[in-house]
């Protein structure tokens, strides 16, 4: 069964960096694509950006690509996602998910899900 397991997260003042992990069992990781979401609170869950199985990603991002960026471990089976330069409208739950195929700014696109990690970022 497959299974996401996102972790890094925590309480950032701003300024500060995270990198947050996605590890993924359960799943061959050809194929397929892993989008990175964050949902701030009373917000709808967005993309942030999608990585490919064969490398490379999309950063959806548009406005922030400077400070997202994403790396990976095919060894670990483990995708990451870092955060430069945190500031308070970073702070929400920052999921994982997988999807077949390509890529997808969209959330309903995407199989399954990690229960999420908590991005607070604060002084």
């Known amino acids: 069964q497959l299974r996401l397991v996102e972790s890094g997260g925590g309480l950032v003042q701003p300024g500060g960096s995270l990198r947050l992990s996605c590890a993924v069992s359960?799943?061959?990781?050809?194929?397929?694509?892993i989008g990175w979401f964050r949902q701030a609170p009373g917000k709808d869950r967005e993309g942030v950006l999608c990585i490919f199985s064969e490398g490379g990603g999309i950063n959806y991002a548009d406005s922030e690509k400077g400070r997202f960026t994403f790396s990976r471990d095919s060894a670990k089976n483990t995708v990451y996602l870092e955060i430069d330069s945190l500031k308070p409208d970073d702070t929400g739950i920052y999921y994982c998910?997988?999807?077949?195929?390509?890529?997808?700014?969209?959330?309903?696109?995407?199989?399954?899900w990690g229960q999420g990690t908590q991005v607070t970022v604060s002084s």
């Open positions: 998910a997988w999807k077949n195929n390509f890529c997808s700014r969209s959330a309903k696109d995407y199989h399954s």
């Open positions: 359960g799943s061959a990781f050809s194929s397929s694509a």
